[in-house]
């Protein structure tokens, strides 16, 4: 690797203070340990700057004139700016330090600052960065997987598209998928991901002794239903068939990752994911791993089912499994969730500093719970029939709810809407789930709200948020999926008003007309 790129990929970390020989040693400090340090005089010079969204670590003096620290820090904040904030300060009062650590701060050190400190509380917003950042690589996979369930056509196609994304998220050089029939336990088929693509166990030249094995020659029995890690330069490991073992060693395997795939209480498949180095896995991984891995499952089921049934048995299916893939994700987020709890309060003793790190991750494992609630009810095509146009905005109000970071309510003067026509009803329906996807997803609100009214001659849905808002035209009119939304209300003779202003939210209104 040449030195630039050492340089290009060591972490950047960004210095604000006034005192010039503050600024100076600091850089000195971290460049030495092999960082990338910029610094600014002054918290404008760095509001000004484009640095801050590359940046893994601030540093900010407290005292400063103009702007001080803690203005800065809520600026940042106010911008969207999530980056870990570490302030050091020679006069700041113990409530200067108490309103740094509530406004999000990882440390407050005093000045004359002490290097290894420093330097410890830097790499623990280093790891604080790459751990929120895998995480939502891991929702963002996830919530791509149920959008796909939804809208792929051919269901191999997304079985394949699963098999790619968790190969990737968890950094595999493969990942080979076995499905069995459920009576016999014999092979179906198998699949291989590797190069970027999937070809057949024949078609990579896999070994002729490891195809097309039914289950309990492969000693998946004595997995159980659990997650399970293999070492296979541990001669403890039991590997079977016989051959397997050396065969991938030799491929420069070093550690599989088995993932059993459940459908119905009945194991129906496995996935081996594949790695290169001898590794382990922390526990919210291993969650994550899991809830992608349910996808796979259930896209198993569906494949089965589509071979054998009409296109109308398999969008009933799908309504089924909507409620299992609902059930199966809120268990694997509510455990990601509960380890992060646990670790919060074993480390309480350590300072607000730590517990700083672990509340971004619970938000974002919060925001993929509600990410996978709304889209499993987005693949109920006949929620609206079930229920109503009503009662599914208030399902979907409530599944948009994250604790501690956003509040959704739904209010309407609906007493039945059984009379409206189910093109208007269901319409209606996307238009407020994409209205809502996109504040949650571009926007940061604290608040959406969700109305629905008729008076003599329209229906009217209304949905607002108090995020960061838009002022540019272009993006108004063509982006964050307004687009699919125009075309709805298109379809619906209806018309279609956006307001938006920058630091003063959307709205969102739709006026339907209907008969009287």
């Known amino acids: 690797m040449s030195p630039s790129a050492n340089i290009s990929e060591a972490p950047l970390v960004l210095i604000v203070d006034d005192d010039v020989s503050v600024r100076r040693s600091t850089a000195r400090l971290l460049r ?15 509001l000004d700057s484009e640095n801050t969204i590359e940046a893994d670590c601030l ?60 330097l410890r509380f830097i790499q623990m917003a280093l790891e604080s960065t790459k751990r929120a950042n895998h995480l939502a690589q891991a929702n963002e996979a996830l919530r791509g997987c149920l959008d796909m369930l939804a809208s792929v056509p051919e269901l191999d196609d997304f079985l394949g598209q699963v098999m790619m994304a968790i190969t990737r998220q968890l950094g595999a050089i493969s990942c080979m998928l076995r499905v069995f029939s459920t009576e016999q336990k014999c092979p179906l088929f198998e699949l291989l991901f590797q190069d970027g693509r999937i070809v057949s166990p024949t078609d990579a030249g896999y070994p002729e002794v490891c195809r097309s094995l039914p289950s309990e020659e492969l000693g998946i029995e004595s997995w159980g239903k659990s997650v399970t890690v293999l070492h296979l330069d541990d001669p403890q490991t039991v590997l079977k ?45 291993l969650e994550l791993a899991q809830a992608l891995a349910t996808q796979a499952s259930l896209a198993i089921h569906l494949t089965q089912l589509a071979e054998s049934a009409k296109r109308s048995a398999v969008l009933e299916e799908r309504n089924r499994l909507a409620g299992e893939i609902h059930d199966s994700l809120a ?15 074993e480390t309480e003793k350590n300072g607000k500093e730590v517990l700083s ?24 095509s006949k929620i609206i029939e079930e229920s109503g146009l009503v009662e599914a905005l208030k399902m979907l109000a409530e599944r948009s709810n994250i604790p ?48 629905l009214r008729l008076d003599r001659t329209n229906l009217i849905l209304k949905v607002t948020d108090n995020g960061c808002g838009m002022t540019n035209t272009e993006e108004i009119r063509e982006g964050f999926g307004f687009v699919n939304m125009r075309a709805r209300v298109k379809n619906l003779n209806g018309s279609l008003n956006i307001r938006s202003a920058r630091g003063r939210g959307t709205s969102i209104l739709v006026t339907v007309p209907v008969d009287g």
Do not use: W
């Open 357 to 380: 790190q672990i509340g971004r991750a619970i938000d974002v494992a919060k925001f993929g719970l509600s990410e996978a609630r709304r889209s499993a009810l987005s693949l109920r």
């Open 32 to 46: 030495s340990s092999r960082m990338r340090a910029e610094s600014f005089a002054s918290a404008q010079h760095l």
């Open 404 to 451: 501690g970071r956003l509040r959704c309510t739904f209010r309407s003067n609906l007493e039945n809407d059984a009379s409206l026509p189910v093109q208007v009803r269901q319409d209606l329906l996307r238009i407020a789930q994409e209205a809502i996807s996109n504040a949650i997803r571009h926007a940061e609100p604290r608040a959406i709200g969700v109305g």
């Open 331 to 345: 268990q694997s987020f509510a455990g990601v969730c509960m380890h992060l709890a646990v670790a919060a309060e």
């Open 59 to 118: 540093i900010i003096d407290v005292r400063m004139p103009s702007i001080d620290g803690l203005q800065l820090l809520r600026r940042l904040r106010a911008n969207s700016q999530r980056t870990p904030v570490i302030f050091f300060s020679g006069e700041a009062t113990q409530e200067d330090e108490d309103r740094a650590l509530r406004a999000g701060a990882l440390a407050f050190l005093r000045k004359p600052v002490c290097k290894d400190a420093l």
């Open 241 to 285: 068939p016989e051959g397997l073992r050396n065969y991938l060693l030799q491929h420069g395997v070093r550690t599989l990752l088995i993932i059993p795939l459940i459908s119905r209480g009945e194991l129906n498949g496995v996935l081996g994911f594949r790695f290169a180095e001898d590794r382990d896995f922390q526990a919210e991984e």
